[in-house]
């Protein structure tokens, strides 16, 4: 795991640059965490005030410098590289080298593919750079779309865990638990 953590990584396609989240990009940061449509299915819950989000890219930084947590701004390219949305990996855990992944666009990049692109890169990342074995989102059930990422991407649906987590703002919800394995992504290359 320690190539994610060497440096910040900053991946790369034709459309997308995954990167870290700067004090210039809060305008488009805040238009993203303010919206309660991005979040609906989410266990975040939206940010109201602009100095709150202001104060979350230094908390980027430092659970970034602490090693539990890459959270990455996906800018779109064909936009001047304007951040479109984030992507991130958490809960590493080092015994059975993987890794948690959650993502989430502003409303107005919805079905550009961007999603799709972005866990495209960090799955390459995190299981050809870094020698991550295991890749897990969990999704609300109701979140048709996210999951149809997941599935573009090479993931499988393991099962629904029932009532399983209390999530901010949501109370207790099922999750639907997707993963997949490096010698799965390495079988569909």
Known sequence: MDPIFDSFPILKSEILVLKKVEEEHVDELFEIYSNDVIFRYCGILPRHNKDTVRKMVGHFERDFNKQTRVKWGIFAKDQQDRLVGI?????LNRKVNMAMMGYFLAEAYWGRGYATEAVRLVLEFLFLRAGINRVQADVMPQNEISKKVLLKNGFIKE????Q????SGKGVVDREVFGILKE???LSK
């Open 87 to 91: 992507i991130e990996v958490f809960d």
């Open 164 to 167: 399983a987590a209390l999530w």
């Open 184 to 186: 799965e992504y390495c």
């Open 159 to 162: 099962g629904t865990l029932r």
